[in-house]
C-alpha cells in the first residue's frame, strides 16, 4: 500500500491537528506578577518582611545589637571589651544516678551561640555518669556536639568554643556583597563565607571523618538543588570530614555561604528539621532516654502568641511572622510527640529563652561569644536539676 493509500485509510481526527497546534500555541508563560504572586513566593515575601521588621526594631531599641555586629565584622586592634577567661564550669561534681545500661541520647535544636548551652548538658552528663549513645544536633548546636561526638570532654569543648575570636570564624564576603550589584546578584548566596570556620575545627579535630567519632552525631542538612533534607552522620557520610559536617551543618543560606557536596549545593538543614529526632530513632538503635535541649521556639515548642494582630498596624505584617514559623514548629511539636510515644522516658530542656536567639540577636550570638559561659552554666544547671529529680524517682521506684 502506498503512503498516500495509508494516509486515506487511517485519517487524523477532524481538527486533532489544528487543536494540538492551538494547544502548543497557547501553552501558559510565567509572566514576573505571576511569579511574584505564587503562594511560595508570597511566604517569602512575609519572611523577608519580617526579618526586616525584627532587625529594624532590633537596632533601634538594642545598641548592643549593632556594636556586636560591628565589632566583629570590622574588628579593630583594642577593639573587643576585655573578656572573662575563666572556666564556665566550676569543680568537677559527680552524681550517682541508678543506672541499667540505658541508651541515653541527645537532641538539640538550632539555635546559633544559644546552643553552647549542649555543652552544659553534657558536663552534666560526665557528671553523672552518662555518656550519650548517639546525638542529633541542629544548626547552631552542631558548633558544639560535633567536638564532643569526636571525643572531646564538655571542658575541652568548652575551652576551644571560648577561646574562638570573631575574626578566627567569621569570613566576610566582601568581594561578593561588592558583586551583588554589577553581577545581579549571580552567584551570591551569603555574607560570610565558612573558610575561617571550617579551618578552625580542622585545626581542633585534624581530618577525623564522622565515621570515627567515638559517639554517632547527626546533623540535618539541606539539599537546596533538590529540595530535600538528608542527615549527615556516621550511619550515611561516614568519610566526611567532622570540620566539614560543622560548616555544613551552619551554613545558612545569606547569612553562610552554602557547600557543594556531591554534586549538588548543601547547607544547614535546620530551616526544615529544627528538633531533629529521625536519627536516634532510625538511624541509631534506638534509646531509652532522651535529653532535649531547645534553645530556638517557646517552651514545647509553642508558636508564640499573636492575639490582636488583627487590631495592630499593619496587621498582616504581625501575621507573616506566624507564616515564617508555622511549619517548622508544627514539625518540633510532632518530632517531640515522636519521642514521648517511641522512648521511655524524654526529659526536656529548655536553659536559655528562645528570646536571646529572636530577631537580629540570632546573628550577635554567633558572633559574639561573650554570652556563651552564661549559656554553658545554664545548660549544666537545667540538667543538674532534671537528673536529680530522676534520680530521687528512680530510688523511690526501687
Not at 571550617?198 to 552525631?217: C, K, N, S, V, W
Not at 517548622?328 to 536559655?352: D, I, K, S, W, Y
Amino acid at each position: 500500500m502506498t503512503t498516500a493509500a495509508a494516509r486515506k485509510v487511517t485519517p487524523s481526527a477532524p481538527g486533532k491537528g489544528l487543536r494540538a497546534r492551538a494547544a502548543t500555541r497557547r501553552r501558559p508563560t510565567r509572566g514576573a506578577l505571576d511569579r511574584v504572586l505564587d503562594v511560595f513566593r508570597v511566604r517569602q515575601c512575609f519572611d523577608a518582611i519580617t526579618v526586616a521588621r525584627e532587625l529594624a526594631e532590633a537596632a533601634s531599641s538594642d545598641g548592643e545589637l549593632l556594636r556586636g555586629l560591628g565589632l566583629a565584622l570590622l574588628p579593630l586592634p583594642d577593639q573587643f571589651t576585655p573578656r572573662d577567661n575563666q572556666r564556665p564550669f566550676g569543680a568537677f561534681q559527680r552524681l550517682e544516678i541508678p543506672s541499667s545500661g540505658e541508651r541515653v541520647a541527645v537532641v538539640a535544636t538550632g539555635g546559633s551561640g544559644a546552643m553552647s548551652a549542649l555543652v552544659g548538658v553534657l558536663r552534666a552528663c560526665e557528671e553523672a555518669g552518662i555518656r550519650p549513645s548517639s546525638m542529633a544536633v541542629a544548626s547552631g548546636a552542631a558548633l558544639f556536639g560535633f567536638p564532643a561526638g569526636a571525643g572531646l570532654s564538655a571542658e575541652q569543648v568548652a575551652d576551644f568554643t571560648l577561646s574562638l575570636r570573631p575574626h578566627d570564624y567569621v569570613d566576610v564576603d566582601w568581594a561578593g556583597l561588592a558583586a551583588i550589584v554589577p553581577r545581579l546578584g549571580r552567584g551570591f548566596a551569603g555574607v560570610v563565607k565558612g573558610d575561617r570556620l571550617e579551618a578552625a575545627y580542622q585545626e581542633l579535630l585534624g581530618d577525623l571523618r564522622l565515621g570515627e567519632m567515638p559517639i554517632p552525631t547527626y546533623a540535618p542538612l539541606w539539599n537546596i538543588d533538590q529540595n530535600r533534607v538528608e542527615y549527615v552522620g556516621p550511619g550515611t557520610y561516614p568519610e566526611l570530614t567532622v570540620a566539614r559536617a560543622v560548616r555544613l551543618a551552619v551554613s545558612l543560606p545569606l547569612f553562610m555561604d552554602p557547600q557543594r557536596m556531591g554534586g549538588s549545593y548543601w547547607g544547614d538543614g535546620g530551616v526544615v528539621d529544627i528538633f531533629p529526632v529521625h536519627p536516634v530513632l532510625d538511624l541509631e538503635p534506638k534509646p531509652d532516654v532522651v535529653l532535649g535541649l531547645n534553645c530556638f521556639y517557646p517552651p514545647a515548642f509553642r508558636g508564640e502568641d499573636a492575639s490582636g494582630w488583627r487590631e495592630q498596624k499593619f496587621s498582616i505584617l504581625r501575621a507573616a511572622a506566624q507564616v515564617r514559623t508555622s511549619q517548622q514548629t508544627q514539625l518540633a511539636r510532632q518530632n517531640l510527640a515522636r519521642l514521648r510515644a517511641e522512648v521511655g522516658e524524654v526529659l526536656l530542656l529548655e536553659p536559655v529563652p528562645y528570646t536571646e536567639v529572636k530577631g537580629g540577636r540570632f546573628y550577635l550570638q554567633f558572633v559574639d561569644n561573650r554570652s556563651w559561659p552564661g549559656f554553658m552554666r545554664a545548660g549544666r544547671n537545667v540538667t543538674l536539676r532534671a537528673l536529680k529529680r530522676r534520680r530521687t524517682q528512680l530510688l523511690r521506684a526501687s
